[in-house]
């Protein structure tokens, strides 16, 4: 089986391009993703080898890119849309929660909406107003859609493929901060035999506490871990993966054993898809827990200039004093 090591970014690529050689009805349009190759390279090459009628430049309109991706979709075709970044999905909201999450049920179930929407989130990349927002909870808030993230280049390679290949509307978020770290990628295994896409998974495991992390802070979580072993702490690091639906089954199962459980994530605090997670955690383990569930978050402000952004991002001092305070009950 043919393992190379590729960046995210170009994993993603990759997968785009199975996806497009596998069924001509896959369409990729957005912002520069043409001859440009998309601000991130990740369509790099596609429009020259596939052609302006399937990899197709959209004008600066991000709802009209999803408006027309819906009448797409109605008439069988898989598109799969670009929004250039996070801060500039919100044109389309109006269009991802009236009319993309709706059509289905709003058809009794006679329409289909086969599309991906592929956004570029979180900070990390010293960008400037508008470039690093985290807006996952208002999607898996939003009955209809469904959420997915990668966090590194074998999932973006396979889950990208599996969003694509979904009857459903898949919003798909990727760590736009993790799109140069490199990992190994299974090229020629089927996609049928590929992780489940909405299966979370442990990345790392471990016996004291509990870290539950998505996207981009996957890495951080895990070099959290690392330096907790030097001082002899174990902790299992699990990799939700998706959003919505949620996927808690490894967590329940790792809570239940190590009794403390902190979740991280770039996205603020109030209201944040931690809330949520630990909600459940402590209806379904309430008897396992040896302390509160904690959450490391980004703060409750708008994201800073990109000087300050290291102070607002979780990083790995911040996890490992949570996990610190979980030992403290």
Known sequence: MATETLTLGKALNTGLRRALENDPKVVIMGEDVGKLGGVFRITDGLQKDFGDQRVIDTPLAESGIIGTAVGLAIRGFRPVCEIQFDGFVYPAYDQIVSQVAKMHYRSQG??????????????????????SESPEAYFAHTAGLK???????????SMIQQAIASDDPIVFLEPKRRYWEKGPVELDAPLSEAYPL??????????????????????????????????????EVIDLRTLSPLDLTAAYESVRRTGRCVVVHEAPGNLGLG?????????????????????VTGFDTPYPASRVE?????????????????FGW
């Open 147 to 157: 959420v997915v993230t990668c966090a590194n280049p074998q999932d973006a390679y």
């Open 110 to 131: 006679k329409v289909r909406i086969p599309m991906v929407i592929r956004i570029p989130y979180g900070g990390g990349i010293g960008a400037v107003e508008h470039h």
């Open 310 to 326: 290291e102070e607002y991002l979780p990083d790995l001092d911040r996890v490992l004093d949570a996990v610190d305070r979980t």
């Open 275 to 295: 809330s949520e997670i630990a909600a459940r955690i402590t209806e379904e383990c309430f008897y396992s827990l040896e302390s509160p569930v904690l959450r």
């Open 198 to 235: 909405h299966s979370s998974r442990v990345a790392r495991a471990g016996a004291d506490a509990t870290v539950l992390a998505y996207g981009p802070m996957v890495r951080t979580c895990l070099d959290a871990a690392t330096a907790a072993a030097e001082d002899g702490r174990e902790l």
